[in-house]
């Protein structure tokens, strides 16, 4: 099992422009979230899934959006980056209630 | 909405000191979760309490889970080198499905 994956592990990206960060899992997890991570903020919950077709907002939904098509798939867009987007992003996903994986992250400098 | 906090940000101890991070919600929990990140690493999971009440070991490390379900801590005895880390504890609320993460608790290990 190769767990949960994002692409790409770096990205720069100019103001404005759009980009999709992928995650995937071999799980077959019901349960997959993003994350971003900024020095002294911890992990702040971005949107979450319970299932495919499900999505909900977290904590900092704002400019950001994602789709649950298939179990195995949760990808995040950026539609117009901001330099406050700057940050390192981790997917997470689980069965319903346990053991949050993570993946490696990806980490994202908007200029 | 739900807010989990945890203090204290940083600790430095001497290496054989105990340390102790300590993690608050605004909201009554179904579970609480504890993670750890290396510097420049992804959260790996470490336990879950669900019970009120609820204390785990895991050799050196002692979790529990208050009664009223809206706090925990994380107690570390006679550290070593290797419990550098950011420690974090996240809460899922009764009636969301959302995961909130604490802003962490750095712990620094002098040898």
């Known amino acids: 099992n190769a767990g949960v994956t994002q692409t790409p592990k770096f990205q720069v990206l100019k103001t404005g422009q759009s980009m999709t960060l992928q995650c995937a899992q071999d799980?077959?997890?019901?349960?997959m979230s993003w994350y971003r991570q900024d020095p002294g903020m911890g992990l702040r919950l971005i949107h979450y899934?319970?299932?495919?077709?499900?999505?909900d907002q977290g904590e900092v939904p704002n400019g950001y959006n994602v789709s649950r098509s298939t179990t195995e798939d949760f990808p995040l867009r950026l539609l117009s980056a901001a330099p406050s987007q700057t940050s390192v992003y981790f997917c997470?996903?689980?069965?319903?209630?346990?053991?949050?994986?993570f993946g490696p992250g990806t980490r994202l400098t908007v200029t | 909405g739900q807010q989990v906090m945890q203090i204290p940000q940083y600790q430095h101890v001497q290496e054989g000191e105990d340390f102790t991070t300590y993690c608050n919600s605004s909201?009554?929990?179904?579970?609480i979760q504890w993670y750890k990140q290396r510097p420049g690493g992804h959260p790996v999971f470490l336990i879950q309490?669900?019970?009120?009440?609820e204390v785990k070991k895991q050799k050196r490390l002692t979790f529990q889970f208050g009664e009223a379900k809206k706090n925990s801590s994380l107690h570390i005895t006679a550290t070593q080198t290797t419990d550098v880390g950011t420690y974090f504890c996240?809460?899922?609320?009764?009636?969301?499905?959302?995961?909130?993460f604490g802003q962490g608790t750095t712990l620094q290990v002098k040898p």
């Open positions: 996240a809460g899922k609320g009764r009636n969301t499905g959302k995961l909130i």
């Open positions: 799980m077959n997890h019901e349960y």
């Open positions: 899934s319970v299932g495919a077709g499900i999505t």
């Open positions: 909201t009554t929990l179904s579970n």
């Open positions: 309490l669900v019970k009120s009440g």
């Open positions: 997470a996903s689980s069965y319903h209630n346990g053991e949050q994986y």
